[in-house]
């Protein structure tokens, strides 16, 4: 039973170019969480998604980030035109349902680099 | 507001002994879970434990304990008998049932380096 893979784990990307991550989630699980991670810091929260919708993207950037967990395939978080302050690791977490006691289960991460 | 406060960045232990690692949150909803996740040097957010702020025990899971103190709103987590592959980051998150949301918030995290 595959956990949450990301991929890729490790991205470099030029300034103004377009960053894709890919995040799928475990089996079962339709419940999709995006997250960053800056340099010597905690996560924060940036997205959540069900199939097909954005529950809450209070923590998403209001301009060139973007996510959607469409009903087939991986969920997306996509960065346009990246700049150096968007280096980061990016976290995806699924659960299977709304339950307080759920302890996430992460991805491994994806490393974006911005030159 | 922080919701969610780890005020040790970094923390020294020997081999074999036992650590407590802080964590305080704020709250107002009468219904919340904490969380402990470890991320090693690799990368990886890996799940320790979970504690429900109605469960009347503290959680415990192998050598991990989580010593929660409701009306201190503080949420420590022990290990016991460290080991040196102990050494990690230590997150405390947080997520709260109101708004229905259930998103975690996470603490900056404590450096935890287990010392032969």
């Known amino acids: 039973n595959a956990g949450v893979m990301q991929n890729p784990r490790h991205l470099v990307r030029r300034r103004g170019q377009e960053a894709r991550l890919r995040c799928s989630p475990m089996?079962?699980?339709?419940?999709v969480y995006w997250y960053r991670q800056l340099p010597e810091e905690g996560l924060k929260f940036m997205v959540y998604?069900?199939?097909?919708?954005?529950?809450?993207e209070s923590g998403m950037p209001k301009e060139r980030f973007s996510a959607e967990f469409p009903k087939e395939g991986p969920s997306i978080l996509r960065i346009q035109q990246v700049v150096r302050g968007d280096s980061a690791a990016y976290f995806c977490?699924?659960?299977?349902?709304?339950?307080?006691?759920?302890?996430?289960?992460f991805g491994s991460g994806t490393r974006l680099t911005v030159v | 507001a922080q919701k969610i406060t780890q005020t040790q960045p970094g923390m020294f232990v020997q081999e074999k002994e036992a650590v407590t690692l802080d964590c305080t949150y704020d709250?107002?909803?009468?219904?919340?879970?904490l969380f402990w996740y470890k991320q090693p040097s690799s990368g990886e957010m890996i799940f320790l434990i979970y504690?429900?702020?109605?469960?009347?025990q503290n959680a415990t899971e192998g050598r991990y304990s989580l010593n929660f103190q409701k009306a201190r709103k503080s949420a420590n987590l022990v290990i016991s008998a460290s080991q040196l592959g102990d050494s990690a980051m230590y997150f405390c998150?947080?997520?709260?049932?109101?708004?229905?949301?259930?998103?975690?918030?996470f603490g900056r995290g404590t450096s935890l380096i287990v010392h032969p």
């Open positions: 977490a699924s659960s299977p349902e709304l339950r307080a006691n759920y302890g996430y289960t």
């Open positions: 089996k079962g699980h339709s419940h």
């Open positions: 998604l069900q199939k097909e919708n954005i529950i809450d």
């Open positions: 709250t107002s909803d009468p219904s919340y879970g």
């Open positions: 504690q429900g702020s109605y469960d009347q």
């Open positions: 998150a947080m997520r709260e049932v109101s708004g229905g949301s259930y998103i975690p918030t």
